[in-house]
């Protein structure tokens, strides 16, 4: 039985990831920052099968020891402060756990292999945000970084840490460059789950109206359940690698609402939705769109879920979540 260690389980990719692994029988273990986590409780009740430990990203006398007592297979470096309009709010944060976490978290695999005497297969969560003023279109692994924000300056240090160890170490080291994935679980400050939320809302009169702020900002959108199989399948092969994973095909913010209100019967949402400047980013990054190919040449790997079937989904997701809560009162 292989074991796996995940570092930010508790989000989106990390509950997924755990449920696709503990699939293929793996022993699972997720690391939780505080000992009185309420999304620990949240996790022991949806994923009876993970073994949760305490640990931060940003204390490496943690992360040794929670490597120690996983003694795990493959370890999945999942968290971070992933919202990038935060980044400009707390940078220094920011770029503490995004950026130096990697770096902890690189070194006490290093620690424990040395130690040990046993091989670790590590993976690293990069960001189609490292790319931003994007120099090439499509985006792939040999294209030029240029970050324009906090966050996407923190994720290329990641990045490129986690290539310096494989190199300097010969660790089994590999990077996804995953572009923007999304699902029900994605947070509310997301502007996908802001949208599908706000939209399930305005359905059930809820409320009136949403506030967005740049609608012709265009992402590479793809489903996060599909994206967490790329995670694994980068640590199945002999040799580490950096995988851009991506659907290929671009969205606008309008094409998201186009699909959202369409879910609830609406054909024109410009009623319900107004630009507000304050969230517009103060540097906006160019047209993100990956290029997957390496991926599905030398992983297999390619996305299944569309992104109308994606937002959908999220719209119904929504939808039924609230009128659950208004059953359970």
Known sequence: MKTALITGITGQDGLYLSEFLHSRGYRVFGLVRGQNNPKAEALARTHPYVTVLHGNLLDISSLVRAVAVAA???VYNLGAISYVAYSWDNALMTSDVTGRGVLNMLEAIRLYEEHAEKRVRFYQASSSEMFGKVQSVPQHEGTLLWPRSP???AKTFGHYITINYRESYGMHASS???FNH???R???EFVTRKVTRAVAEISLGLRSSIALGNLDAQRDWGFAGDY???MWLMLQQDVADDYVIATG???SIRDLLDVAFQEIGIADWHPYVHQDPALIRPAEVDQLIGDASKARRQ???QPRVSFEELIRMMVRSDLDAHVSAQEAV
């Open 249 to 251: 095909v671009t969205h």
């Open 176 to 178: 996804g460059i995953l």
């Open 186 to 188: 994605r947070g509310p």
């Open 182 to 184: 999304e699902s029900p």
């Open 299 to 301: 992983l297999g790997w």
């Open 72 to 74: 795990p297979d493959e």
């Open 151 to 153: 966050y996407g300056v």
């Open 228 to 230: 967490v199989e790329a």
